[in-house]
């Protein structure tokens, strides 16, 4: 079952800075409290209307008694064993953990479980999560978030309290609390200190219970530009080219999670103003820009990718976003909107830039048509930067040099012993994971009259995409390379992101 538009968004709002309270059984040291005493959620009443709506759940309902909150085994979170025993344990706690863990109050208390799902939340921005999984296991509930990418366990709920976490987060994004083996879908929309936080919910069941997956739509902060993604000056004027010709079609390619969306959007703000109509199709929409049509798939009403497009083209558009290309159709009406004077931004999953003319040409779409459409592909991975406090430098030797080169000649054949490289150490700005916000690797296809002659000619692709780097088209793994050499990232951060190529 889902029930989920932006419409669905539910506002959680708490009172008070009521904490949610813990077994902690034992003493409750001054580093195991919660900070969000002061200023944990709204001042509800004035802020938020909604959260006067009678059928408001998550209202600060049970008061959690004095005892100081969640038990921290040590401050840290770092990725840590499960717990295995998360039974309440008597007097002694069993030793450091390292991850927090919240218990049912021994005492027979309440737990606030909307205190604690604010919290999780607030710490999940503080990190700079962009997913929050609540993962139910046999013996324990394990809280993770996504952080540049990859997944960190932060802290374990006791089992049961499981089912009052469930709850208390179906009713807020308006879900079946009744439903317990069907997928759903939903929205909740949290104020943290005065701030709206819109969040899509998915809930998945699993073996051991219903999972939880938050993905965290935080706009404020975050740029779509290509200069915040760390595109060279040299690509972006190549970018540029491409969205100045009035009509025609831009793509973004890569796997899910290399920043796609964010590429499309960075173009869309720059081509935003009031003089053009500028619609798109999504699924989902995570953010809105002012003054552009977003408009959501939706499935059950029969609003798909293609039959959107179809619509959208009745609706006198100028530029089109679509959020993936998937299918015959949706290609075929996209290239030919492009063909037909307006431009057309989409995406598609492939590894690298010249495999999307073949893809496309698999789809069914006529080598002419893409020949005359294509602009410009720009594919592209997402890596992590290293942190600036704690990097370390290094001189790669030639141990170091035949191991990469072994896994990775690609890579190697750009290095030489003696080489100063840079890795991760890890340190309290960066919680440890010697890496701190993440920028782009991107490898640029420009359509040229070359290019489009030879593919409408079904010119082999492998020439193709020797003309193409006659034009100067870098490769993803050569950014990445670049990237390696002046210090942003490491060489093992470039072998996890980029694909060996032939
Ligand atoms: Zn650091």
Redesign the pocket.
Known sequence: MSGSTAQNSQTVNTTTGQVPTSMGSSTPSPTSTVQNQNNSVTPSQTTNPVAQTPANPITPGSVAPQNPAVSTQTGDVNQSEQKKDADPGPESQPPAKKIQTIEKPKDGSELNIVELINYIVKQAIKAKTSDIHIEPHEEVVVVRFRIDGLLKDVLQVGKDIQESLLFRIKVAAKMRTDEHFAPQDGRIRFIIENKKIDTRISILPTSAGEKVVMRLLIKEGKSFTFSSLGMSDADQLVVEKSYKRPYGMILAVGPTGSGKTTSLYAILQKLNSRDVNITTVEDPVEYSIDGVNHIQVNNKANLTFASGLRSILRQDPDIIMIGEIRDAETANIATNAALTGHLVLSSLHTNDSISTIPRLIDMDVEPFLVASTLNIVIAQRLARKL?E???KQYTIDQEELTRINKIRQDIAMHFKVGDVVYQE??????GDS?F?GRFGLFEILEVTEKIRRMISERENIDDVFKVARENGMKLIVEDGVNAVKTGVTSLEEIMRVTALKQ
């Open positions: 942190c406090k704690c990097k150490a890890g340190c309290e700005t960066c010697g701190q």
